[in-house]
């Protein structure tokens, strides 16, 4: 059996979103979306209670809220008995999925889709907060931000990454 000090809190039920169940809950990370296919726990009558989000039943409406649809709960006044409770996840759980650090993407064989090119992250920077990979690509080295509007995949397992460098970037130097 799970008991609270099995969990951490990762946010609240703030309240009810629609008349079919949906609630809305405050948050300070993104755990909520991506551990919707593991249980969440909510704090009801002070014991851990675990639902399971609904297949695409969660939403995220701005980068502290998500609107979230858990299964089995149907209605205005099923979902108006979670209010105000605190969402929990399981800490073994969180702690099986270490976060990878960017800093190791150094080393990674690179691949261009816009070009097809393929080449090396030489290193990687962080400039007050914003990280920048440097590639050996295309014959000369591109300043690339760490940003998913420039990175399109990464496979730790295989040391590859897939960028999508812009012909701007790329017609620098």
């Known amino acids: 059996m799970i008991t609270r000090e099995d969990c951490i ?3 609240e ?3 009810t979103h629609n008349l079919q169940g949906a609630v809305i809950i405050t948050t300070d990370s993104d755990l ?3 551990y919707a296919d593991k249980p969440v726990f909510l704090l009801l009558e002070g014991a851990p209670v675990p639902f399971f989000i ?3 039943g969660i939403i995220c409406r701005n980068h502290t809220s998500y609107i979230v649809k858990f299964d089995y709960v149907d209605s205005l006044e099923e979902a108006e008995r979670l209010v105000g409770a605190e969402v929990l996840l399981e800490k073994d759980m969180l702690e099986e999925e270490a976060e990878p650090d960017v800093f190791e993407l150094a080393g990674f064989e690179v691949e261009d889709l816009v070009s097809g090119a393929v080449g090396e992250v030489s290193d ?3 400039y007050s907060g914003n990280v920048v990979l440097a590639l050996s690509i ?3 080295e591109i300043l690339l931000p760490l940003s998913e509007t420039y990175i399109a995949d990464v496979d730790f397992e295989l040391r590859r990454l897939q960028v999508n460098i812009p012909a701007e ?3 620098l130097n």
């Open 13 to 15: 039920v703030s309240k």
């Open 138 to 140: 295309l014959g000369k």
């Open 32 to 34: 909520p979306e991506r």
């Open 9 to 11: 809190q990762i946010g």
């Open 54 to 56: 609904a297949q695409d």
């Open 169 to 171: 970037l790329a017609e």
């Open 124 to 126: 990687v920077a962080d």
